[in-house]
C-alpha cells in the first residue's frame, strides 16, 4: 500500500487535485494552473505536480509524501497519440496512471450507475456506461474538436466578430465588444487567435451566454450551435432504457436550457465531481486493487 491517494483533475484552465488516506478520507484540496497536456505539457506537468503539492500543504501533510503515494490523473489529451504515456512517465510519483478527463467525470457522476455524461469546461468530452462498459466520444482537442466547449465559444465569437468587421454578416452589440477590445483592429484580433491558448478563448464564454440571454443575435447563434452539437453527441450515447444524463463542468448550468427538451427530462445532479472520481481510482490504485475502467 502507498502512503496516500492523489485525485487530479487537470483542466484546460486549473488543475485541481485532492489526497485522501487508503480509507477514502478526503485530507487535502489543492489547485494550479492550467493542465494541458497537449498543448503545454511542460506547463501541465508542472501544474499537475504543483497542485498535488498544494492539496498535501492543505491538508497539513508534507509535500514530499507526495513521492510515496499513487495518483490518478484525468486530463484532455490522454486518449490522443503519446501525450498521456509522456505526461504518465514524468510524474514523480510511486504510482501514477493518466486517464481521460471522460473517465473520471463518469465515475464521479455516475458512481457504479449506468448513465451518460457530458463535461463542458475549457474543453469537452463525453462518456457512457451500459451494462458495465464504457464509451468515451470527444475530447480531441480544442483545433478540431471539443465543440460547445468554452474554447470553442471563444473561437466562434472572435470569428463572427471579423465577419462583422467585413461586414458578411451583422454586427451586435458582442462583435462591437469584442472589436473594441482590439482597438478595431482585425490584425489583432488574428494575432491574438494565433498566439492564444484554448484558455485565452474560454475566457469569452461567460459573456456569450450573457448577451444569448439578452437576446444577441450573434451570441444566440453561437449558443444554439453548440447546444445542437451536445444534442447530437448526447444522441449518440443514448440508448432507450437510459435515465440518467448529467451534464458537468464549468458551462453545464448555463446548457441545461439550451437542450432539446427530451434531454431537458433525462438530466440528473452527478453524484460527485471529476476531482472525486479520480480519488476513487487513484484509492484502488494506492491498495492495489486497480479499477481504471470506471
Known amino acids: 500500500m502507498t502512503q496516500f491517494a492523489i485525485g487530479i483533475d487537470g483542466g484546460g484552465t486549473s488543475c485541481r487535485a485532492a489526497v485522501a ?16 497536456i497537449m498543448s503545454d505539457p511542460q506547463g501541465a506537468l508542472a501544474n499537475i505536480v504543483a497542485s498535488a503539492r498544494d492539496a498535501f500543504s492543505n491538508a497539513g501533510l508534507d509535500p ?33 496512471r493518466v ?14 450507475s449506468d448513465g451518460v455524461v457530458g463535461a463542458f469546461g475549457t474543453g469537452s468530452v463525453y462518456g457512457a456506461r451500459r451494462n458495465g462498459e464504457v464509451k468515451e ?5 480544442f483545433v478540431v474538436g471539443d465543440q460547445s466547449s468554452g474554447a470553442r465559444l471563444g473561437r466562434d465569437l472572435l470569428e463572427l466578430a471579423l465577419l462583422a468587421h467585413d461586414g ?6 458582442i462583435t462591437r465588444i469584442v472589436m473594441d477590445e482590439f482597438a478595431g483592429d482585425p490584425q489583432k ?8 491558448k484554448p484558455r485565452d478563448f474560454a475566457r469569452y464564454a461567460p459573456m456569450i451566454f450573457d ?34 444524463v448529467c451534464l458537468l463542468g464549468g458551462l453545464a448550468g448555463a446548457y441545461r436550457a439550451w437542450l432539446r427538451p427530451d434531454h431537458q427530462a433525462l438530466l440528473a445532479e452527478p453524484k460527485a465531481d471529476a476531482l472525486q472520481g479520480a480519488v476513487s481510482f487513484a484509492i484502488d490504485l494506492a491498495g492495489n486493487g486497480e479499477r481504471l475502467h470506471a
Not at 488516506?21 to 494541458?36: Q, R, S, T
Not at 458578411?168 to 452589440?173: N, Y
Open 211 to 244: 448577451q444569448a440571454r439578452l437576446g444577441d443575435a450573434v451570441a444566440v447563434q453561437i449558443v444554439q450551435r453548440a447546444a445542437r452539437d451536445i444534442d447530437q453527441s448526447l444522441d449518440a450515447l443514448l440508448w432507450p432504457e437510459c435515465k440518467t
Open 189 to 196: 484580433v488574428v494575432e491574438f487567435a494565433h498566439i492564444s
Open 21 to 36: 488516506d487508503e480509507k477514502g478520507n478526503m485530507l487535502g484540496i489543492g489547485k494550479a494552473g492550467a493542465a494541458n
Open 137 to 141: 466520444i470527444g475530447g480531441w482537442g
Open 64 to 96: 514530499e509524501a507526495l513521492r510515496s503515494s499513487a495518483v490518478v490523473l484525468g486530463a484532455a489529451g490522454a486518449n490522443i497519440g503519446a501525450y498521456g504515456a509522456r505526461i504518465q512517465e514524468a510524474l514523480p510519483f510511486a504510482k501514477s
Open 99 to 112: 486517464v481521460t478527463d471522460s473517465l473520471i467525470a463518469l465515475q464521479g457522476a455516475l458512481g457504479r
Open 168 to 173: 458578411v454578416c451583422s454586427a451586435t452589440d
